[in-house]
């Protein structure tokens, strides 16, 4: 069985920071690249940033770029993504996801039917 599990959201004013991670267990982490989706309410889920495998490659949503940043730690099968300049419309809830396909290092997934394994999500609240 494959486990996700995020933490850090919380409350947070606009122009604030936070750092989200994901630690996954049950598949050889390592060989899979990774990707953080968010749902704000009432909205569909999207893609946020990916990963892969090795960490040498990255993919950003145009609405985050250069405010976050997507790093993972093969040695803690960990994930992350650190969030500065928190504007209000980044609330939602923030998922991280395992890619479905092995070993992929370049057309990294942004689909969510890419990616077969989703974690709980952890919600993010920015204040005006």
């Known amino acids: 069985q494959v486990l996700l599990v995020e933490s850090g959201g919380g409350l947070v004013q606009a122009g604030g920071s936070l750092r989200l991670s994901c630690v996954v267990s049950g598949r050889t982490f390592s060989s899979h690249a990774m990707g953080w989706f968010r749902q704000p309410p009432g909205k569909e889920r999207e893609f946020v940033a990916a990963?892969?495998?090795?960490?040498?490659?990255?993919n950003y949503a145009d609405s985050v770029k250069g405010r976050f940043t997507i790093s993972r730690d093969n040695t803690k099968n960990t994930v992350y993504l650190q969030m500065i300049s928190l504007k209000p419309e980044d609330t939602a809830v923030y998922y991280c996801?395992?890619?479905?396909?092995?070993?992929?290092?370049?057309?990294?997934?942004?689909?969510?039917?890419?990616?077969?394994?989703w974690g709980q999500g952890t919600q993010v609240t920015v204040s005006s």
């Open positions: 996801a395992q890619d479905r396909q092995y070993g992929r290092s370049w057309n990294l997934p942004r689909a969510r039917d890419e990616f077969d394994y």
């Open positions: 990963i892969s495998w090795s960490g040498g490659n990255t």
